[in-house]
């Protein structure tokens, strides 16, 4: 039982040609095609309706075996994953950061036990996560979904058909509720979370499985392939990855048009039967495979986005190597080989990435950047605040320790409290902080933002802390916005005063110098990446106008700058001692968080 116990079809190959250059061309000319993306929801409906016949055909033919269906699907889908997901291990521990690199061992960890979509889900969700390009396998996602769906979705048959249930009522059933549960979700679920998320995509893979219902309408069909070739075509050239569901529902119908069974050839089955559309169909998985770590790896080593040149070597040599890789490991693998084999090779390779993804192998070739969370615990049960929401709060790991010191603001206080939490050892630091949330008072409640009325209500319980001596205050400074400034200035202001009525010493932070670019194209091309310190000075001169002015009004308040740590009279510098010292462009990592904290504690007691 395998693709081949069906009538052969050269327009699904043809389809999958129009599925795969529409991935990659957008990913590699975004401008060009903005809606190339939803080939990935081509290939869905392709596989669904391919698997369910087969499972049907099989079932009718009462010759169905689970162990003969996972076996095709180890070989269909295991040798040239391993082949892939190997060579970018290897590769990237030559020419990627430490983060990156481990980052990328997680992820050989998702792909080999096709988990990688949820992973990219929380990663998505995550404030520091790196950038979708810098990811080599962001794209095994989709391998994930579909290795997924084809695990439950021939026992959810099989138990149907145990019960008496007919397969295409099972399917039309499940079709029409996960389609109903996708599109009442996307009315208030993130993109990120519809997009990686398989109950969100199982409406795709079944829109395939629906095709597999026969029903009569001659007429219909013989138009309907134009229509749905049409609307594949319209959604990669007008819809935009901000469409919502719209994009995705007009491909897939598309794709559900062109696929309809026709009795008779015409002219879409001469197109997408055409030779080369055929030929490249045949290697749509390897190319699949191969041209997103491809891209992502020049795009790393390049440290600037790519040429349309570059681009255009990069789809000329993707289409070889994935010839051959069709050539010499998946057609003739497909044929003859053994499944409990690379069964044994996916384990090992996912087992072996996990171990390099909990540290324990040497270190990758190139500097640290990481920001490491050593030495702290959660506090967030211990903090009494009821609207405290997605708030973090952190704690020296030493529970016998009470905290005096209060370290309030946005990511900006966050990269600081590492090294203050482990180097100062006379007192004990508390975290509270959230992403893009400065730390503001609005004691008249005017600001009706969820990020303003929680940090009231944290200044309010602050103020009631005995324990809590002093507050220190780190944030970043909006550039070129003087409506935020403006709103920061009195919000800052107001968190000051009120802090000083209830007796706590206050601290501002002024910001680190912004690096202006990438850091990790900068430490892969210039181990130096110094940077003009008067251009950092002219961008910070409203920061530094705005905290001078709370000081001239505050006299007691005290503020650090650590312009001396990072800068000299020319220039600035994210490395020192020949590592990073910066995470991102704006945030320090475990190594200047330390030098900031030695500053820090010789230059303001407590």
Known sequence: MNSHSLKYRADIDGLRAIAILGVVIFHLFPKILPGGYLGVDVFFVISGFLISSIIKKSVEEKNFSFKQFYKRRILRIFPALFFTITASLCFGYFYLLENEFYSLAQHVVGGA???????????????????????????????????????????????????????????????????????????????????????????????????????????????????????????????????????????????????????ESDSMDNFLSHKILVKIGLISYSLYLCHWPVYSFARILNGAPLSNLNSILILISCIFLAYFFWLLVENPIRKSGTPLLWLFLMTTIGISSYLISQNYIPESKYYKTHMDDWGQRDCKAGVDVAEIGDFTCLMPSDGMKVANVLLLGDSHARDKFIGLNILDKRHAWQLIFKPACPPTFDSKNKINSDCQIRMNSILRWTAEQNRIKTVVLGFHHPHNNPMEEKLLYRGLRESVNYLLQHNKQVILLIDIPIFPGEIKDCLRTDRKCSFDSKQVLRVQKPHRTMVN??????????????????????????????????????????KGSHLYAERFLKMIPL
């Open 113 to 263: 036990f096709f988990v990688t979509n949820w992973i990219f889900q929380h990663e998505s969700t995550q404030y520091f996560s790196i950038s979708g390009e810098f990811k080599p396998l962001l794209h095994l996602w989709s391998i994930s979904v579909e290795e997924q769906f084809y695990i439950f979705y021939p026992l959810i048959l099989y138990l149907s058909l145990k019960l008496g249930l007919k397969i295409r009522i099972t399917i039309a059933t499940l079709f029409v509720l996960s389609l109903c549960f996708f599109i009442l979700r996307s009315l208030n679920t993130s993109g990120q979370m519809l997009f990686f998320s398989t109950p969100y995509r199982l409406w795709e893979l079944l829109a395939g499985g629906l095709l597999t219902v026969q029903f009569n309408g001659k007429l219909f069909k013989k138009y309907l392939p134009y229509l749905g070739m049409t609307l594949v075509l319209l959604s990669y050239f007008l819809v935009s990855e901000e469409a919502g569901p719209t994009g995705k529902i007009s491909a897939v119908a598309g794709a559900m048009l062109v696929l309809l069974p026709r009795k």
């Open 549 to 590: 002015e709370i000081m001239r009004e505050y006299p007691v308040v005290r503020v650090f700058d650590p312009y001396p740590i990072f800068c000299n009279d020319k220039e600035c510098e994210i490395t020192a001692d020949g590592e990073a010292i910066y995470f991102d462009s704006s945030h320090l990592n475990f």
